[in-house]
């Protein structure tokens, strides 16, 4: 008996309103996979593939261990996000960094964290001095206020040694 109800209600109808059951199956179909969609774009944004989250958060370092940088791969346009840059030299030595590439012509840096001993343009980018502790480390802490749209590409080089690239995305 359930068959023969189920079987009336997918076939097409002319009273008491016309249906066209065929056509009916295919929006039901279109529905459901627009809910998949939603679902999936839904779990992708909580992951931060628009933002901050395990598919957005990035560590990089050199082959020879001098530079490392975390960094967000994904940001949205008018949102701040932090990068993290970690330098190893000798030991209280004043270290010099270099940031280059595209990232000024995407990025404003609202703030840098310590202060620099000393910063000056170079080229497209800025260099920096930092002072090294007893270890030879140096962490400075950007936080970067996202201003384009699209790929830049950023690079981060010890003069006379060690570089770091990667390409970092603004969504609008």
């Known amino acids: 008996m359930t068959d023969q109800w189920e079987q009336d209600d997918h076939r097409s109808r002319e009273f008491p309103v016309r249906e066209d059951m065929v056509y009916q199956h295919k929006v039901w179909r279109f529905e459901r996979v ?29 082959a020879d261990g001098n530079i490392g940088v975390e960094y967000e791969a994904f940001h949205r346009n008018g949102s701040t996000n ?24 995407a990025f404003d840096v609202q703030s840098v964290q310590p202060q620099p001993i000393r ?26 206020l996202s201003e384009g749209v699209g790929t830049y590409h950023s690079r981060i080089v010890i003069p006379g040694g060690a570089t770091v690239s990667f390409n970092q995305f603004i969504f609008p």
């Open 82 to 105: 932090p990068m993290v840059l970690r330098l190893k030299g000798a030991p209280n030595a004043v270290l010099e960094v270099e940031l280059g590439g595209d990232w000024l012509e």
């Open 119 to 144: 910063s000056a343009a170079a080229g497209q980018g800025v260099k920096l001095w930092i002072q090294a502790d007893s270890q030879g480390q140096a962490n400075l802490h950007l936080s970067l």
């Open 34 to 62: 627009g809910w998949y969609v939603l679902v999936l774009l839904v779990i992708l944004t909580l992951l931060g593939l628009f933002s901050r989250g395990p598919l957005s958060s990035r560590e990089l370092q050199s």
